[in-house]
């Protein structure tokens, strides 16, 4: 089982800017991919970003690839979700995700590993 810790979230005014990070812990080993979702208020939980320890080829929400950005520091079992020109629509839980693969992004709602997901808010 692998442990997953959000940190990072908070409120900021539109056009900020904001760094989630995701600290693994517990059998890294047994996950090849690390993500990012979020859930907005009366939406479902969807896809923002993820990339695997072992390959720097990142995937992105493609609405939000100009914005977002996922990055990793293997020496520190961590992820980090870099945000940039927030705005209010991006107002959600996020949440931080380990996955035996990137693909299908179906599989990751079935038998993913979760954390307790970080709030952020965009308002002026």
């Known amino acids: 089982q692998v442990q997953l810790v959000e940190s990072g979230g908070g409120l900021v005014q539109p056009g900020g800017s904001l760094r989630l990070s995701c600290t693994a812990s517990g059998r890294t080993s047994s996950t090849a991919a690390m993500g990012w979702f979020r859930q907005a208020p009366g939406k479902e939980r969807e896809f923002v970003a993820a990339?695997?320890?072992?390959?720097?080829?990142?995937y992105h929400k493609e609405t939000l690839r100009d914005r977002f950005t996922i990055s990793r520091d293997n020496a520190k079992n961590t992820i980090y979700l870099q945000m940039n020109n927030l705005k209010p629509e991006d107002t959600a839980i996020y949440y931080c995700?380990?996955?035996?693969?990137?693909?299908?992004?179906?599989?990751?709602?079935?038998?993913?590993?979760w954390g307790q997901g970080t709030q952020v808010t965009v308002s002026s």
């Open positions: 990339m695997k320890w072992g390959s720097t080829n990142k």
């Open positions: 995700a380990a996955h035996e693969s990137i693909y299908p992004i179906s599989s990751w709602y079935v038998n993913g590993s």
